[in-house]
């Protein structure tokens, strides 16, 4: 098991940035994929980025250019750096790491854009 913890939320005007950390309770080095997904009131989780241990990327085509994930493995940190935040970019934000094969999840940071 890993225990993730996610901060760097808040409250920020659309045009403006926000840094999201996660960090995790055991080595990154041992977490092959870690990602970053979000969810709104009556829908479904999705996917934001992903990356994996060889820091391949992948982005979900709305926030492509205008988010950046990134991982600190000797900090046991994970990063997404939201730059252009738009009202529809407001949702909980949840930190995801696959380890042996099982789905770690933290408690979520919430992320609300003002227009």
Wanted: hydrophobic letters at 35%.
């Amino acid at each position: 098991q890993v225990q993730l913890v996610e901060s760097g939320g808040g409250l920020v005007q659309a045009g403006g940035s926000l840094r999201l950390s996660c960090t995790a309770s055991r080595s990154m080095f041992s977490i092959n994929t870690m990602g970053w997904y979000r969810q709104t009131p009556g829908k479904q989780r999705e996917l934001v980025a992903t990356i994996t241990s060889a820091e391949t990327t992948v982005y979900a085509d709305s926030v492509k250019g205008r988010f950046t994930i990134s991982r600190d493995n000797a900090k046991n940190t994970l990063f997404l750096q939201m730059n252009s935040l738009k009202p529809e970019d407001t949702a909980v934000y949840y930190c995801k790491g696959v380890y042996r094969l099982i789905n770690n999840w933290g408690q979520g940071t919430q992320v609300t854009v003002s227009s």
